[in-house]
């Protein structure tokens, strides 16, 4: 198995315009999550799906749509990307959507916008 | 919402010595306390969690202890080895389904100098 896989794992984007970071994970959990990792902030979470058809909004969501596209797949799009969303993105997943389950993270995907 | 301090940022110990990093919440009603290590430029791992039933659990060179009255737990680790030189976050949650996800402190870099 190969967990959770991100790509791209690096892009550069100029302010304005638009990308989707795509997430999937073959581990047929139901909950899937996008966090975003800034120096001395920690793991804020953006936006979270407690089951396949459903999304929620996290600390964070200004900026980003998500589509839970199916089982598997949970991807991030920014619309008009803003320096400030210059950061690492992680996607992970856990087997329900009791936040007592371990989540398992992604590689990452290091996102700069100039 | 839950909101989790945690302390110290950075944290450097001579190998064999002990480590210890501490966090605090806020919602009294968070039940379920996960630690993640983040080796640098790879994905957070979960390395132990605690709920709010137990008051320690240990596992190797590791432990969590939980004081639900003063709203802090802590990390411990002993024997340090250059490989635990990581950034650590403790993360808090009320479990069960439907609750939010997990709230994340904003890391402790720890140093293992051999």
């Known amino acids: 198995n190969a967990g959770v896989t991100q790509t791209p794992k690096f892009q550069v984007l100029k302010t304005g315009q638009s990308m989707t970071l795509q997430c999937a994970q073959d581990m047929n959990h139901n909950s899937m999550y996008w966090y975003r990792q800034d120096p001395g902030m920690g793991l804020r979470l953006i936006y979270y799906?407690?089951?396949?058809?459903?999304?929620d909004k996290g600390e964070v969501p200004n900026g980003y749509n998500v589509s839970r596209l199916n089982k598997r797949e949970f991807s991030l799009r920014l619309e008009s990307a803003a320096p400030s969303q210059t950061s690492v993105y992680f996607c992970?997943?856990?087997?329900?959507?009791?936040?007592?389950?371990?989540?398992?993270f992604g590689p990452g995907t290091r996102l700069t916008v100039l | 919402g839950e909101n989790v301090e945690q302390h110290p940022s950075t944290l450097s110990v001579q190998e064999g010595d002990s480590a210890v990093i501490k966090c605090t919440y806020s919602d009294s009603a968070s039940n379920y306390f996960p630690w993640y290590k983040q080796e640098l430029g790879k994905r957070p791992q979960l390395i132990i969690d605690?709920?709010?039933?137990?008051g320690e659990k240990k596992d190797q060179r590791i432990a969590v202890t939980l004081n639900k009255t003063a709203k802090h737990f802590s990390l411990h680790i002993t024997e340090t080895q250059p490989e635990d030189s990581a950034v650590y976050f403790c993360?808090?949650?009320?479990?069960?389904?439907?609750?939010?996800?997990?709230?994340f402190g904003k890391g402790t870099r720890l140093s293992v100098i051999a």
């Open positions: 605690i709920r709010s039933n137990v």
């Open positions: 993360a808090a949650s009320i479990g069960g389904s439907g609750n939010t996800p997990l709230v």
């Open positions: 799906s407690a089951s396949e058809g459903t999304t």
């Open positions: 992970a997943s856990s087997e329900r959507d009791r936040s007592t389950d371990t989540q398992y």
